[in-house]
């Protein structure tokens, strides 16, 4: 059963426009929603996180904005830039388990 | 800045035979987890320890897969016998706490490859 859905799958931005990565979560005992960042034959790093007690957060060109009611979050990357050329996955935690439950990942790839 | 540690980076081999994954954790982070990624999806938990202890294994196919973390600091994975659908990154990552919320730094992965 997939907890956590992402969309879309692949996504090319000019550099200087907006990405935009959507996510939707099943668990409603989920309470801790990161993003990762993921290059080339790396592990992923952590981007940026939130709790449902807010519905944005802003770090530098990267904002999550979460819709409690909808169970949805998205990951909104400003200014894109050919740097920012990753794989992203959207994840979950919460509900009584440490475990992190990831989204499929989105491609994204910012063309100059 | 502090890395978790992982080798080899890449492995292949044959199937039925044994294959073993060595991850050093950042020092001083009690937690400790085993991912495996295969191609083109996201990481899945196989296992999770606390300084020695597994506190969730429900995921890892105990019929071929093995972990130990045996004086809670390094830990290794081992996969005997392999099979064609274990190909895939396994990757380690470590918190200072239990919890994702304490912050997963995650390895570079080992990137199996069986033939």
């Known amino acids: 059963q997939q907890q956590v859905k992402q969309s879309p799958q692949s996504l090319i931005v000019q550099k200087g426009g907006i990405s935009i990565i959507n996510c939707a979560y099943e668990n409603t005992a989920f309470d801790y929603f990161p993003w990762y960042q993921q290059f080339p034959g790396k592990g992923p790093a952590l981007l940026i996180a939130i709790r449902p007690d807010v519905s944005e957060k802003k770090e530098g060109r990267f904002t999550i904005s979460f819709n409690k009611s909808a169970k949805q979050f998205s990951l909104h990357i400003m200014d894109s830039q050919p740097g920012d050329s990753a794989t992203y996955f959207c994840a979950a935690s919460g509900g009584g388990g440490n475990k992190l439950t990831f989204g499929t990942g989105t491609q994204l790839k910012v063309e100059l | 800045e502090a890395e978790v540690a992982q080798s080899p980076r890449y492995k292949i081999t044959e199937k039925s035979q044994a294959v073993a994954f060595w991850c050093d954790p950042i020092s001083g982070h009690a937690t400790l987890y085993w991912y495996r990624q295969i191609l083109g999806q996201g990481p899945e938990l196989l296992v999770q320890f606390q300084d020695e202890s597994v506190v969730d294994d429900s995921q890892l196919p105990k019929d071929r897969f093995s972990a130990e973390r045996l004086k809670g600091v390094d830990s290794t994975l081992k996969i005997q016998p392999a099979e064609l659908g274990d190909s895939a990154m396994y990757l380690c990552?470590?918190?200072?706490?239990?919890?994702?919320?304490?912050?997963?730094?995650f390895g570079s992965g080992t990137r199996l490859t069986v033939v």
């Open positions: 990552a470590s918190s200072l706490s239990p919890g994702a919320n304490y912050g997963y730094t």
